[in-house]
């Protein structure tokens, strides 16, 4: 029995959340690795909030990706 294409285009969502988790963890949280170290709470705080911004836009993303037709 062959999956149907929803199942597939979750599959795809699913695979491509992780990747850019993956990404902001990395980019986002070595950033903030980093701010920490400093001690500047300033610094810490700005930091968070890149990554936060970080997070909402992918989730913007992935929800216009989510309502577009496949093959658009």
Do not use: H, Y
Request: hydrophobic fraction near 45%.
């Amino acid at each position: 029995m062959a999956p149907n294409a929803s199942a597939i285009e979750e599959s795809r969502l699913e695979l491509w959340a992780c990747d850019k988790a993956q990404e902001i963890m990395l980019r986002e949280g070595f950033r903030l690795i980093r701010s920490a170290r400093s001690g500047s709470n300033i610094e810490i705080r700005e930091t968070s909030l890149m990554m936060a911004r970080a997070i909402a836009a992918s989730l913007v993303e992935a929800s216009f990706a989510r309502q577009q037709p496949a093959g658009e």
